[in-house]
């Protein structure tokens, strides 16, 4: 295989007493270096050992076009890690995995206690030869959706990118993922994916089955299943189930009556006429003129609808729009989420990875085009993701890449009862091929459980001796959603 691990120039030197050189056969020597990982916004940093595994673009020509991969390697506290580690997987598709695990590293701080972790950011994501677009012109800041614009950014980004989207798709980075298991001379992984790192997660499982310890799925993406037809009736559902938790909470429905009139009545202002709404940015400071349209109201509800902490506050910013006409607090979450969003993501990967695994498996057919208008989002997203692929190459799939995985490896499933994207529904269609799993659901959480309550604990025992039938999950049974906002001071006392 060519491997070549070299510095990362990025990586700010630290002091640091472990080796940095390790050897997974001896024609292959490891570099790492001492530098410090963050996650998107620069907000947090961790230390950790860096590097560059370059990998050919198409592995069906090793010794034609190169591209480099990001990694990491953040040392187990103890001193006697066992020669399998640890591995995350982000999500999007478009994430970097160094970028979420820096976020999300107290999830995982009991299996660091034991296991090194390694990262790293999968091909077109991150620092690992990114596929991301240029801007679109300014004529595209539109308010309603049109397939012909659609198509005209996807053009654009296509011809932006500095390398072909086709090779930059799952079943190629599950191959660049085990390089880099026996780069660094691991045996085994344990492999932890979510949203759609457990689709990467399932098909590692499926072509490393040997090389695989244990596995943990959160927010399962099925690999039979195409995203995409089910997303707006998903999202309607989980905004359903918010509706419902605030008409049976006492505070929240006397603060907010008419909450979903008020919530239609909306959609249908915006829908009609976009708002101009004048506000403090809320990241960067100063005065901006926000436009706040139907598409901005639909992405600020379905993005806040993913953590349960930003359901909370849906209601109140939703009341003071619809019943006090002031806009000004949804217009602020919109930029924001949406901001992040884009900050968080690479679109070209993004697109490489849905124009290759969902839509081209679209069954028109049983797609029911009635039901996804009666949704807040409608059929726009579905829409978007086929005019998007219209234009854009497929890319190598595996032939057997969308049937179920089968394997007897444990497995941990989380799911959240209202996870807007990847319901619990989706980690029991997978359960029937999987020789030992549990599926674990968190009541009233939304996409992601690895931060939850006592789930780091679970994890980390999981990780420690892979027995999923064996963990007492008692410990989430007080675990609830965040209680909603009824005013901007918080919640009631």
Known sequence: RNLRIKRHGECAALSGNRAKVVSSTPAVAVELTDCRLADTGDLRTIAAECGTLTVPLDPQVPDGEQIELFIARIPALSAQAPTDAFTVIAGGPGAASTEFYVSQEGAFSRIRRDRDI??????????????????????LDVVEYSAELVRQASRQCLSSLDADPRFFTTSVAVDDLDQLREALGYTQLNVYGVSYGTRVAQHYLRRYPDQTRSVILDGVVPADLPLGPAISLDAQAAVEQMFARCEEDTACSAAFPGLRDGFDALAARLEDEPANVVLPDPQVGGITNQLLSAPDFQAAVRLL??????????????????????????????????????????????????????????????????????????????DGLSD????????????????????DRPVLILSGSADPVTPAAYGERIRPSLGVNEHIIVEGQGHGQAGIGCVPKLLGEFVATPDPAALDTSCLDAVGPAPFFTSFAGPEP
Request: glycine share 4%; net charge negative; aromatic share 6%.
């Open 118 to 139: 390694v990262l790293v950011d999968q091909r077109g994501t991150g620092r690992s030869n990114p596929l991301d677009c240029a801007e679109p012109p300014e004529d």
């Open 305 to 382: 609808s993913y953590s349960t902490e930003t359901v909370s506050i849906l209601p109140l910013v939703l009341h003071s729009a619809y019943a006090n006409d002031d806009l000004t607090p949804l217009a602020a979450q919109a930029a924001m989420v949406t901001r992040r969003t884009n900050e968080m993501l690479s679109y070209g990967m993004h697109n490489a990875v849905v124009c290759t695994e969902d839509v081209p498996f679209y069954d028109a057919a049983a797609i029911e085009r009635a039901a996804l208008e009666r949704t807040y989002l409608g059929a726009t997203m579905l």
């Open 388 to 407: 998007i692929c219209s234009v854009w190459p497929a890319g190598v799939i595996d032939e057997d890449f969308k049937t179920p995985v089968e394997s």
